[in-house]
């Protein structure tokens, strides 16, 4: 058995610099995220609203950076905007219009790419994107921050990454010269994500270690 802060050191010692690390801590109560910043972890990802603003609340009192990165329904996104500073999953042109909000600091989203051949699955088509981003630029509280998707499950990731950091530099960077993130790599294909570009990492059980079962979860975080 490893310790939370040995398995967090692990990676933590093969990110390079500049390469941010988002610890994915859905499921698991406020308790570890508590624990993560006590090891210096400051950014964290989450991908349920009800969720994700209950623990904000509850950790108010500490310096922390809200990553949402599940999908978001459209009803869901002024409150979402209440406490997280990143979006990683731009999905759909119907987020567009929930997000837009002339009148308040920008939301750095990436625009999630869907990288199956399924419409139904999350993302934007690649062949959309240009239209997509043209639309996302346009948008009033929406700063682009660049590409984020999560390779199907029987691909291999390294062409994955290398397909969207592809589109970013064609597609993208043409017309949005600062959306030079990439948002890409979990626990089972981080290394291949580091040497493919990425510069945001999404990683959960590698060092959070297995999520409880989201049930139990629920019945311990709201009692
Ligand atoms: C859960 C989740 C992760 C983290 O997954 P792990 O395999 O636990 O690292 C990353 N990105 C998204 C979008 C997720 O939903």
């Known amino acids: 058995m490893t310790s939370l802060a040995e398995r967090l050191e692990a990676i933590r010692s093969e990110v390079p610099e500049g390469v941010a690390l988002v610890v994915v801590t859905k499921f698991h109560p406020a308790s570890l995220v508590r624990e993560l910043h006590a090891l ?8 349920r609203h009800q969720e994700a603003a209950r623990k904000a609340a509850e950790l108010a009192d500490l ?6 990165i599940g999908q978001l329904q459209s ?3 002024r409150a979402m905007r209440e406490y997280a500073r990143v979006l ?4 759909r042109p119907s987020l567009l219009g929930a997000l837009a909000e002339p009148d308040r600091e920008p939301i750095d989203a990436f625009i999630q790419i869907n990288l199956t051949e399924d419409p139904a699955r999350g993302g934007i088509q690649p062949d959309a994107l240009a239209a997509f981003a043209e639309r996302a630029l346009d948008t009033p509280g929406i700063r682009v921050a660049g590409l984020m998707a ?3 499950i029987s691909a291999d990731p390294a062409a994955q990454f290398a397909r969207v950091r592809e589109l970013r530099d064609r597609v993208l960077l043409p017309i949005a010269p600062t959306a030079t993130g990439l948002s890409m790599g979990m626990s089972g294909d981080w290394r291949e994500a580091i040497r493919e570009g990425a510069t945001h990492l999404r990683i959960g059980s590698a060092i959070t270690g297995n999520r409880p079962d989201p049930a139990y979860a629920r019945t311990r975080t709201e009692g």
């Open 75 to 77: 009803n869901k996104a």
């Open 88 to 91: 990683h999953s731009l999905d």
């Open 63 to 68: 310096d922390l950076t809200w990553h949402f």
């Open 150 to 152: 999560v390779p199907p």
């Open 40 to 47: 210096g972890v400051r950014d964290f990802g989450e991908s």
